[in-house]
């Protein structure tokens, strides 16, 4: 039987962390804000959103919510980014995605100032990850890293494998274990072979976005398994992307879903947001 990796618990003493570090900054006259925009209905993304508004009150922050209509153009966007680009008590932008389809999410992204992008999305905090001297930490990949080392689990020399190749999950996630001396594989859609490649796994991801799609048949005897998955049923449950009844008997260590790796997303969010404020005011 597998060890629960609870991120409910991980994600509240990394929160604890920030906001006991946000009161000391206040008593300096500092009080960190996030700026969060959601364009149009999506319901997954309003719940996510809700979440961040939750977790800022929480750590003493001020928040900021631009819920747009749907129909905003791109210039509309644009403009609202460049006001908060400017605006002294905004110090972390983040626009939800994914956005209405008529709007264009890379240029959203570029024009986020970097010292805003609490996302870590723009360009220059991409590349800054890929060197390994970053500024701010991607959410989601970061949040897993935490994970790990709350666990004591090694990754020096380990064999892992992400499988997702998305901007903001898979590729920054198999830099931070590439960061750590994992030997690290990444895995798509025309990846030959899934199950062998996973079965390799000492540690394996799940960022694919399919309800139930690793199964007992992809993982080795023992190895951790992370689900960044978050996908709704049709009967409204929400389930990640690993068949946890399946896979939870071979595994040594699983997160689950709810309460996994979604906790720890937003628990990093608000430590790059603090991160932010600090940089911002030159601490
Ligand atoms: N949509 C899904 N995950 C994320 C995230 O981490 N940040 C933003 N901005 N949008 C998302």
């Given at each position: 039987?597998?060890?629960?990796?609870?991120?409910?618990?991980?994600?509240?003493?990394?929160?604890?962390?920030?906001?006991?570090?946000?009161?000391?900054?206040?008593?300096?006259?500092?009080?960190?804000g996030l700026a969060v925009i959601i364009v149009g209905e999506d319901p997954a993304s309003k719940v996510y959103v809700a979440n961040k508004e939750k977790a800022c009150q929480q750590m003493g922050f001020a928040s900021f919510k631009y819920a747009l209509p749907a129909e905003t153009t791109q210039e509309e966007l644009l403009e609202l980014v460049k006001k908060l680009n400017e605006d002294p008590a905004v110090h972390g932008i983040l626009c939800q995605l994914p956005l209405?389809?008529?709007?264009?999410?890379?240029?959203?992204?570029?024009?986020?100032?970097?010292?805003?992008?609490?996302?870590?999305?723009?360009?220059?905090?991409?590349?800054?990850?890929?060197?390994?001297?970053?500024?701010?930490?991607?959410?989601?990949?970061?949040?897993?890293m935490e994970m790990?080392?709350?666990?004591?689990?090694?990754?020096?020399?380990?064999?892992?494998?992400?499988?997702?190749?998305?901007?903001?999950?898979?590729?920054?996630?198999?830099?931070?274990?590439?960061?750590?001396?994992?030997?690290?594989?990444?895995?798509?859609?025309?990846?030959?072979?899934?199950?062998e490649v996973c079965r390799r796994a000492d540690?394996?991801?799940?960022?694919?976005?399919?309800?139930?799609?690793?199964?007992?048949?992809?993982?080795?005897?023992?190895a951790v398994v992370i689900d960044v998955g978050i996908n709704r049923l049709e009967n409204g449950k929400l389930?990640?992307?690993?068949?946890?009844?399946?896979?939870?008997p071979k595994a040594s260590y699983i997160t689950p879903v709810p309460g996994g790796v979604g906790p720890m997303t937003i628990a990093t969010l608000m430590k790059n947001t603090l991160t932010a404020a600090k940089k911002q005011n030159n601490l």
């Open positions: 039987m597998a060890k629960l990796i609870d991120g409910k618990v991980i994600s509240a003493a990394v929160k604890a962390e920030v906001a006991a570090e946000t009161e000391e900054l206040k008593k300096q006259g500092i009080t960190p209405p389809r008529h709007l264009d999410e890379e240029s959203v992204i570029n024009t986020i100032v970097p010292e805003k992008d609490v996302d870590a999305f723009h360009p220059q905090n991409v590349g800054k990850i890929m060197i390994g001297n970053y500024d701010f930490l991607p959410c989601t990949p970061a949040g897993v790990l080392k709350y666990e004591n689990i090694d990754v020096n020399g380990k064999e892992c494998v992400v499988i997702g190749r998305s901007n903001i999950v898979g590729k920054p996630m198999a830099m931070l274990l590439l960061h750590k001396n994992g030997t690290v594989t990444i895995c798509h859609s025309r990846t030959k072979d899934l199950a540690i394996l991801v799940a960022a694919v976005g399919r309800a139930n799609f690793v199964t007992a048949d992809m993982v080795k005897e023992g389930c990640g992307d690993v068949n946890f009844a399946e896979v939870e």
